[in-house]
């Protein structure tokens, strides 16, 4: 595939790197839409295969998909979260299948450390003609992560430093303080301090920054020969 680039976004739980990945992913998509040219930006996760395989397996257990509307003739709702697959949206649906998740990703991490790392990577080769230009990725967490997609593309690793926020758990702990302890020596590297006192319009801002600096990387890369 044509390569893109991607962008790591790393941080401990409630650091904002959801947040500043969607705007990121908005300003670039934005810029162009207004360019008028025929360029794409993904908002992505790895955590995002783990989830489908989860709601799968759900599924395949007869329960119907949470946004899925029931079939004719069946008069059950589904607000019970016990009546259908998960809702990934919902913060207490998503905080019950959590240690589910762990679980899972450790289990498959052992079987191959670069696995959600590789399978990302053949998803959007195989599924994306032409390739998005930009990919923004808003859960790193391991070293090994950056290092499979470094060897292949463009990678700009950006960490998102918050006061107060802090891992998920301690295996979080320990994957992290492995990034922060490189951090500073990774090419291209960028920082975003989203403090206490900092409102949604101050991380906007912070992430139109990164957004513009994210598209002239893509552009000088368009233009080499």
Not at 100 to 122: C, M, Q, S, T, W
Not at 156 to 181: F, H, K, M, Q, Y
Not at 182 to 202: A, G, I, K, S
Request: glycine residues 4%; proline residues 6%.
């Amino acid at each position: 595939m044509s390569t893109p680039v991607f962008v790591l976004i790393s941080g401990p739980a409630g650091a904002g790197k959801t947040t500043a990945s969607a705007l990121i992913t908005r300003f670039i998509h934005d810029e162009f839409e207004r360019q008028k040219v025929r360029r794409t930006v993904l908002q992505a996760s790895f955590a995002g295969s783990l989830k489908e395989a989860v709601t799968r397996a759900e599924s395949f257990f007869g329960f119907p998909r949470c946004r899925e509307q029931p079939s004719f003739g069946d008069s059950r709702t589904f607000s019970d979260p016990a009546k259908h697959t998960t809702d990934w949206s919902d913060y207490e649906q998503k905080a019950a299948a959590r240690p589910l998740l762990v679980e899972l990703g450790r289990h498959l991490r052992r079987k191959n450390p670069d696995i959600f790392a590789d399978y990302l990577y053949r998803c959007i080769e195989s599924q994306y003609a032409p390739a998005p230009s930009i990919v923004v990725i808003e859960d790193w967490r391991y070293m090994n992560e950056y290092r499979y997609l470094a060897s292949r593309v463009t990678t700009i690793p950006l960490r998102i430093v918050r006061p107060g926020a802090e891992p998920a758990n301690e295996e979080e702990r320990e994957s992290l303080a492995g990034i922060d302890e490189v951090f500073l020596e990774l090419p291209h590297c960028l920082e975003v301090r989203n403090e206490r006192e900092h409102t949604l319009d101050d991380l906007r801002r912070s992430a139109e920054a990164v957004a513009s600096h994210l598209l002239n990387i893509a552009e000088r890369r368009t233009l080499q020969p």
